[in-house]
């Protein structure tokens, strides 16, 4: 089983038991990164409120959402049908079923009362000491920033083979072999998107402590904490519309969102929740 099965089987199971509100909205924005604006994300908005993203910034393996899929067409869907998008064999498909399972494990986690603590900061709380070494699945430049500015050396596994480089502090490779000499690690949870999560993460197993973070990664975080990370940590979106707007304008998501953090040590699990429900 993967990472995403398991997403969709355990949502499968939460439609079982609570109502799962139809889709609202959706938004698609063009993949094309743009160094004016701070980074895009698609948006699933569920009757009632409930919001997902994912990160739209995936340049070519995302291309030509708008022409295959009209947005007006998910109005009214049933959530779970948008969700099963995330067992598709392209990022494009899985890009729209994981903004669903992000909105669906936001109406979870209201209805069952699951308490989403706010982040401290960018890294969902996660500490470095002096003699950490920091390992990163996915280039986050201000996490980078943040941990170079306290002298703590980083390696960064990327895709992308114009970002390669090696310099004092800073190794970013296509290598995650490298990871192996890092005792903490951030994973971005745009590998849910690209389908390397489950490829990724048998390269931290020795770690001390694995995050995945990011808007992508607002989901139930079961799946992750049973094969070892620690904290998963994703947002809050408080007005979807606006959240659209805003991006459209370049503005991106600060004003209408806020980060939370969910740790294996205290989640209480989103089945177990809904105890009491009808």
Known sequence: ?????????LAEQVGDLIEI?????LFLPEPAIDADKDAEFGVVELDGGATGLFYAWLEDSQQGMNERFA???????????VARYLAGKDDVSRSIGLA??????????NVGGIALDE????????ALHDQDRLGMIGNFPSIVRQARGQNIPVTVVERKHHMLRSEPGLTITLDPLELGGCNKIICTAAT????SIDDMLPYCTH??????????ASFFPEPLFERGVAIVGGTIVRDASRAISDQVLGRGLRAVSSRYVLSSHHYPGVLQSFSGAP
């Open 1 to 9: 089983m993967s990472v995403c099965s398991d997403l969709l089987a």
């Open 21 to 25: 509100p139809t889709v609202r909205q």
């Open 71 to 81: 947005m007006e067409e998910f109005v009214g869907k049933d959530a779970l049908e």
């Open 100 to 109: 669903a399972i992000n909105a669906i494990s936001q109406h979870a986690f």
């Open 119 to 126: 982040a401290s900061d960018s890294m969902a709380g996660m």
């Open 192 to 195: 849910l998107i690209n389908n």
């Open 207 to 216: 770690a001390d402590a694995v995050a995945v973070i990011g808007p992508s």
